[in-house]
């Protein structure tokens, strides 16, 4: 109860921030695009994690309004960064729960039409549980969003049940390995074997592949070797606010 009523103060009191991490392409290290993530800064100096309050708000249903503004805000930003001439993308987390919801579609027309951000300016990051249930559901919404230009990329791939013959059933741009796999190249093999493998069947099913949590120069030079698309990683920059970017 304490936290409910504290995350829709966060929203009124101007409590949330967005903080932007570089995804670069492997071929040139340009950067392509920044991921938004979620930042509550409870007290000053003091930033709750989205991993503790987004399962809590998702359980309350105050992801919906949390959610939103986070759409909006990315959009924004990502018009700022088209005015400085940029042709990055800006890359949301979304919730499956706002996403299985039937205003999603129409709320997000609506929050590029306000904030002019065109769609291809903005990347979806979905996490394997939108193909738990309802599958021809989900297949039909991203259809439509891609017709629109929104990319759309499987996050934490790897972590959850599906497979990439599974994933193929879904209209998806991109996989995101998970930072995990990345975390075990230097020491276990199998990790190696995975990288690669799925690098592999995943541009032969036409995805494109980026790999999280780059944090040396040796993951990013292994995983460029194996043919990755894009990396992301505190190797290349921590998640900051718009201004020092
Ligand atoms: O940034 P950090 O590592 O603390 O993020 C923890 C988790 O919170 C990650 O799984 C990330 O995808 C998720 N997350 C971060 N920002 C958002 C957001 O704006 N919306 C949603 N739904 N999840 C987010
Ligand atoms: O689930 P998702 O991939 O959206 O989670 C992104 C989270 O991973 C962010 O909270 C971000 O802070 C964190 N992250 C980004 N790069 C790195 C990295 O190089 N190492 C580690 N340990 N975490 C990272
Ligand atoms: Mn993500
Ligand atoms: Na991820």
């Known amino acids: 109860a304490v936290m409910r009523s504290s995350l829709q103060e966060a929203i009124e009191r101007n409590q949330l921030t967005l903080h932007y991490q570089p995804i670069v392409r492997c071929s040139d290290s340009a950067t392509v695009g920044y991921e938004a993530l979620l930042r509550w800064e409870r007290e000053p100096g003091k930033f709750v994690s989205p991993g503790e309050f987004i399962?809590?708000?998702?359980?309350?249903?105050?992801?919906?309004p949390l959610s939103e503004w986070v759409f909006r805000r990315a959009c924004e930003t990502a018009v700022r960064l088209q005015e400085a001439?940029?042709?990055?993308?800006?890359?949301?987390?979304?919730?499956?729960l706002h996403f299985n919801r039937t205003e999603f579609a129409p709320f997000l027309a609506q929050t590029l039409a306000e904030t002019g951000c065109k769609p291809e300016w903005l990347e979806l990051e979905l996490t394997e549980s939108i193909l738990m249930d309802n599958t021809d559901y989900a297949v039909e919404v991203l259809q439509k969003l891609r017709e629109q230009k929104i990319?759309?990329?499987?996050?934490?791939?790897?972590?959850?049940?599906?497979?990439?013959?599974?994933?193929?059933?879904l209209p998806v741009d991109k996989v995101k390995i998970d930072r995990s796999?990345?975390?075990g190249i230097r020491t276990h093999r199998a990790?190696?074997?995975?990288?690669?493998?799925?690098?592999?069947?995943?541009q032969s099913l036409n995805f494109e592949v980026v790999a999280e949590g780059i944090e040396t120069p040796q993951q990013a030079e292994f995983v460029s070797e194996m043919g990755c698309d894009y990396m992301q990683g505190y190797y290349f920059g921590r998640p900051v606010p718009f201004e020092e970017l």
């Not at 399962?55 to 919906?64: F, S």
């Not at 001439?85 to 499956?96: F, G, M, R």
């Not at 759309?152 to 059933?169: E, N, R």
Request: glycine share 8%; charged share 20%.
């Open 55 to 64: 399962p809590l708000a998702e359980m309350t249903g105050q992801i919906i």
């Open 151 to 169: 990319t759309i990329a499987i996050d934490d791939f790897g972590t959850g049940f599906s497979s990439l013959s599974y994933l193929k059933k």
């Open 85 to 96: 001439e940029s042709t990055v993308k800006i890359a949301v987390n979304l919730s499956t």
């Open 181 to 183: 796999f990345v975390a």
């Open 191 to 202: 990790d190696r074997v995975l990288i690669g493998s799925v690098i592999k069947i995943a």
